[in-house]
């Protein structure tokens, strides 16, 4: 079973690579809507991101009390398996046919912001 300082450093690995990933990811997302619905686009980005917290916490309480034992590495194993599934279907948009698709969400000169 591992201790509390080898589950705090796995958590401050995961949060520093969270805090790596999000911020270019929602720049790139709100940047890629076009400007007139830049507002639509965060409110999505919020709402998608309250409702993967919300999941998130009520399969990791799940977890812990369907298993008082296990319950901490279970939820962590089903973690890197929900981010391993995240980051195969972020790599279809890599494939030919996934890049057909993007060009669809290229930031236009005219959709820039001052300063960009």
């Not at 999000?22 to 997302?29: I, L, V």
């Amino acid at each position: 079973m591992p201790g509390a300082f080898d589950i705090a450093w796995r958590m401050a690995l995961a949060g520093f690579g969270f805090g790596l990933f999000q911020t270019p990811n929602n720049r790139t997302m709100i940047a890629a809507a076009p400007r007139e619905r830049s507002v639509g686009a965060s409110g999505i980005l919020g709402t998608a991101r309250l409702l993967g917290q919300t999941a998130g916490a009520a399969l990791v309480a799940l977890f812990l009390s369907r298993y008082p034992q296990e319950g901490t590495r279970i939820a962590l194993l089903a973690g890197v398996g929900f981010a391993l599934c995240g980051a195969l279907l972020s790599m279809l948009r890599l494939a030919p046919t996934g890049a057909r698709g993007a060009e669809h969400v290229r930031i236009q000169d005219g959709q820039r912001m001052k300063g960009d």
